[in-house]
């Protein structure tokens, strides 16, 4: 199964900051939007920040100044800077490609793609 390929995360202490990467497997060719949702333990996956084809963006209402995500359309890649991490951030973070259509080496990909997923810890 294709993933989206996640890189950053781990522990850090309240007021902390974390960098997270998502990869695509292959030259983006056209994408709806690009997203980062997480998943607390025994909450729902919530969406966290979406960055649109045209570059628009939008945060959930708890990250909100905190959050950024941005892409590189150079290195196919979507990213979420977090600043003034708070323990209640603490969740599994999962990147979406909606609608993805991209080519690499003759192989083309077409759908609705996720990342494998990463911890972040908040705690002191």
């Known amino acids: 199964q294709v993933r989206l390929v996640q890189s950053g995360g781990g522990s850090v202490q309240p007021g902390g900051s974390l960098r997270l990467s998502c990869a695509a497997p292959a030259t983006i060719l056209s994408v709806n939007a690009m997203s980062w949702y997480r998943q607390a333990p025994g909450k729902q996956r919530e969406l966290v920040a979406t960055?649109?084809?045209?570059?628009?963006?939008n945060y959930a209402d708890s990250v909100k100044a905190r959050f950024t995500i941005s892409r590189d359309n150079a290195e196919n890649a979507v990213y979420l800077q977090m600043n003034s991490l708070k323990p209640e951030d603490t969740a599994v973070y999962y990147c979406?490609?909606?609608?993805?259509?991209?080519?690499?080496?003759?192989?083309?990909?077409?759908?609705?793609?996720w990342g494998q997923g990463t911890q972040v810890t908040v705690s002191s």
């Open positions: 979406n490609f909606d609608h993805f259509y991209g080519c690499s080496g003759g192989t083309c990909y077409q759908g609705d793609y």
């Open positions: 960055i649109t084809s045209a570059g628009s963006t």
